[in-house]
């Protein structure tokens, strides 16, 4: 009786992007810990990540929020510019609503709090690296105590607002993906994310949120 090889999934490549050298050199031990995570640079800040993202050729930029000279929202805005094609993942100590909102909007793929277990970073990693949106359930909360069309609209992005007013209308995947010229798996995409992100239960109960907050 013969036993199936244990496979493995391949490596992100991940720059680091942190002010504080001791925290990147606390996140260097992390990944050095993982199998999943491929360490191929750090940056102080954000425009010194900028000028590596060529020589590294990351799959994911893991970034503070908080730095000098640049700080996260500005190089989110700038990759969304400049490497579309390279997610930003938000690692901070932060739980600014206005901020979180602000970063996705930007294009930001996640925000997580520092104290994320090693096992959930590198979880988050690979989820963004596929095309996923990460968010702390602590954050997601606390946007959810706002008033509930501001938090719907702070954690969308604008194309998940596109998709949304879509499923709001009842439109299935493969119709929403003819309107908006998009393929149907990143339409499926998108859908995932707004049922991760509202914490809906089904299709249904994300078409009567999103029916709610979006259209008024």
Known sequence: MSSQPMTSRPSVRVLIVDDHEFLRRG??????????VDLVGEAADGREALARI???QPEVVLSDARM???DGLALVQAMAQRHPDVPVLVLTTFEDAELVGALIDAGASGYLLKDVSAERL???IHAVAQGGLVLD???AGHLRRQDQDESV?????AAERRVGMLVAEGATNTEIAEQL???TGTVKNH????LRKLSAQDRTNLALTLARSLRR
């Not at 609209?153 to 992005?157: D, V, W």
């Not at 859908?191 to 707004?194: D, E, I, Q």
């Open 54 to 56: 060529t020589s590294c």
């Open 153 to 157: 609209l702070a954690l969308l992005t």
């Open 27 to 36: 996140l260097t031990l992390v990944f050095e810990t993982l199998d999943g």
């Open 122 to 124: 590198e979880e988050a």
């Open 191 to 194: 859908v995932s994310a707004l």
């Open 181 to 183: 010229h998009l393929a």
């Open 137 to 139: 359930p602590r954050i």
């Open 68 to 70: 000098p000279v640049m």
